[in-house]
T-cell receptor
Framework: DGGITQSPKYLFRKEGQNVTLSCEQN?????MYWYRQDPGQGLRLIYY???????QKGDIAEGYSVSREKKESFPLTVTSAQKNPTAFYLC????????????FGPGTRLLVL | GENVGLHLPTLSVQEGDNSIINCAYS??????FIWYKQESGKGPQFIID?????DKRQGQRVTVLLNKTVKHLSLQIAATQPGDSAVYFC???????????FGKGTMLLVSP
């Protein structure tokens, strides 16, 4: 099956801890994205990458970091600097033209202990 | 700043009715629009898209209308079913950009 997978489905973070969310796609898409969704809200862009070894900050990048060492993978690290990390995190991928539909993974829900 | 927004946060309909979900945008440089459906606890699912050079596009039971004069986008769902209950988001891409800007979403509740 082609698609986007995210793991884990639920993740618990302790105070001061960094945690990493996984996102993998086998759609052969060049571009990948991370969004944060708070309850009753729309999606806000954290980081995106249009090519391997390159990425750009989105609207709410503070407290997060990413890497793009492989085309298929775009992990997101929620650092201890992110003071309000509880949210639903969504990964997406697409082609790189300006009119490409983004396809989303199932999401990871991050909770703070 | 300029953004994409929705008029109605919640829409309740009866099974079999037609549903219309509205979206206003304010940036005339918006070039491409997408409607997504998000069920509780899941990632958004692509429904239908429309380019700025079109006024209407139809899919299976869904139609998207774009009125560039008043910067308004609507999603029409025919013969709404309980399985259509979800939050619906419109999103836009500005000309020359590759990132989506999402509205806050409208919850559609379908009663049997």
């Amino acid at each position: 099956d082609g698609g986007i997978t995210q793991s884990p489905k639920y993740l618990f973070r302790k105070e001061g801890q960094n945690v990493t969310l996984s996102c993998e796609q086998n759609l052969n898409h060049d571009a990948m994205y991370w969004y944060r969704q708070d309850p009753g809200q729309g999606l806000r862009l954290i980081y995106y990458s249009q090519i391997v070894n390159d990425f750009q900050k989105g609207d709410i990048a503070e407290g997060y970091s990413v890497s793009r060492e492989k085309k298929e993978s775009f992990p997101l690290t929620v650092t201890s600097a992110q003071k309000n990390p509880t949210a639903f995190y969504l990964c997406a991928s697409s082609g790189t033209s300006s009119r490409e539909t983004q396809y989303f993974g199932p999401g990871t829900r991050l909770l703070v202990l | 700043g300029e953004n994409v927004g929705l008029h109605l946060p919640t829409l309740s309909v009866q099974e079999g009715d037609n549903s219309i979900i509205n979206c206003a945008y304010s940036n005339s440089a918006s070039d491409y629009f997408i409607w997504y459906k998000q069920e509780s606890g899941k990632g958004p699912q692509f429904i239908i898209d429309i380019r700025s050079n079109m006024d209407k596009r139809q899919g299976q039971r869904v139609t998207v209308l774009l009125n560039k004069t008043v910067k308004h986008l609507s999603l029409q769902i025919a013969a709404t079913q309980p399985g259509d209950s979800a939050v619906y988001f419109c999103a836009e891409i500005l000309r020359g950009y590759s990132t989506l800007t999402f509205g806050k979403g409208t919850m559609l509740l379908v009663s049997p």
